[in-house]
């Protein structure tokens, strides 16, 4: 009988899926939304990976940020919504995107296009933007004794001096 009842819950917990968990964190002039999935959020010493949702109030033109890396891109696609693959240093306050894929609904749908960079760069975070609202709430949703909330314009309130650098060495995949 204990068997059963064994074999019944390890049933349960290996059926068990884990979905995303998509939280609003701010949201432009123009009812833009960006999200962070916290679900998929994690921390790695002193930086943090995790998806972010992007959806736009109005079509973007995917051959602009096409031609940004592709010189011979001569297709013209519009999108309306974006997940990216974002790491933060939260001690540097400074982020890259290692991946992105354009959609071409408002929630999804057809992927529009889709890029996987290599060796991408951190760059440095813009005060009271939308890149700051994500590292804001990305960074303190990691730290068990910190608060979030989020708002509608810089994010969340942050004391991120308790992170220390990203080192990203030749590309490679801290997070592996």
Request: glycine share 6%; net charge neutral; aromatic share 12%.
């Given at each position: 009988?204990?068997?059963?009842?064994?074999?019944?819950?390890?049933?349960?917990?290996?059926?068990?899926?884990?979905?995303?968990?998509?939280?609003?964190?701010?949201q432009s002039e123009d009812?833009?939304?960006?999200?962070?999935?916290?679900s998929s959020l994690r921390?790695?010493?002193?930086?943090?990976?995790?998806?972010?949702?992007?959806?736009?109030?109005?079509?973007?033109?995917?051959?602009?940020?096409?031609?940004?890396?592709?010189?011979?891109?001569?297709?013209?696609?519009?999108?309306?919504?974006?997940?990216e693959l974002y790491i933060?240093?939260?001690?540097?306050?400074?982020?890259?995107?290692?991946?992105?894929?354009?959609?071409?609904?408002?929630?999804?749908?057809?992927?529009?296009?889709?890029?996987?960079?290599?060796?991408?760069?951190?760059?440095?975070?813009?005060?009271?933007?939308?890149?700051?609202?994500?590292?804001?709430?990305?960074?303190?949703?990691?730290?068990?004794?910190?608060?979030?909330?989020?708002?509608?314009?810089?994010?969340?309130?942050?004391?991120?001096?308790?992170?220390?650098?990203?080192?990203?060495?030749?590309?490679?995949?801290?997070?592996?």
């Amino acid at each position: 009988m204990n068997k059963i009842i064994i074999v019944f819950y390890l049933t349960i917990l290996s059926t068990q899926s884990y979905s995303s968990n998509w939280i609003e964190v701010t949201q432009s002039e123009d009812k833009s939304t960006f999200s962070v999935d916290k679900s998929s959020l994690r921390k790695n010493g002193h930086s943090v990976k995790g998806w972010v949702y992007g959806q736009f109030s109005s079509p973007h033109n995917e051959y602009y940020s096409t031609k940004i890396f592709n010189e011979n891109a001569n297709t013209l696609k519009t999108y309306q919504s974006t997940k990216e693959l974002y790491i933060w240093d939260c001690s540097l306050r400074k982020s890259v995107i290692t991946q992105s894929i354009a959609y071409m609904g408002k929630n999804g749908g057809e992927v529009v296009n889709s890029y996987l960079f290599k060796n991408p760069e951190l760059s440095d975070i813009v005060p009271d933007s939308i890149g700051e609202a994500l590292l804001n709430y990305s960074c303190a949703a990691t730290t068990h004794n910190k608060k979030i909330k989020t708002t509608k314009r810089t994010g969340v309130d942050d004391d991120s001096d308790i992170f220390g650098p990203l080192i990203i060495k030749d590309g490679s995949d801290i997070f592996r």
